[in-house]
């Protein structure tokens, strides 16, 4: 229902930095649980980074823990990832999604969410 525009992605080197921002087609926004995710060739999508509606509270995966932030504004309608001390195994597809549902979590299920950006690719070089 909500479509979604993801940029920033890119080719960095290990240890680099990228920023990746969503920006949603609805005003409503605010209202609604964010997520990135990240799949591989060969592998399973996952969940890297969620926020709650409210925006107090998060979720990260284990390997980003302390390199990845969600953040989100609502005012613009969009979500960021922001991605410090990149690894190569980082590289993936990165997908934004938005949960339109009622929920109170940061959720990290794919099928907590209704609507999906196309996705930006992300390369680390080693």
């Known amino acids: 229902q909500v479509q979604l525009a993801e940029s920033g992605g890119g080719l960095v080197q290990a240890g680099g930095s990228l920023k990746l921002s969503c920006t949603a087609s609805t005003r409503t926004f605010s209202s609604y649980a964010t997520g990135w995710f990240r799949q591989a060739p060969g592998k399973e999508r996952e969940c890297v980074a969620a926020?709650?509606?409210?925006?107090?509270?998060?979720y990260y995966s284990d390997s980003v823990k302390g390199r990845f932030t969600i953040s989100r504004d609502n005012a613009k309608s969009t979500v960021y990832l922001q991605m410090n001390g990149l690894k190569s195994e980082d590289t993936a597809v990165y997908y934004c999604a938005v949960r339109e549902s009622i929920g109170n979590s940061a959720y990290a299920s794919v099928h907590a969410y209704d609507s999906w950006g196309q996705g930006t690719q992300v390369t680390v070089s080693s």
């Open positions: 926020l709650n509606w409210r925006g107090t509270n998060t």
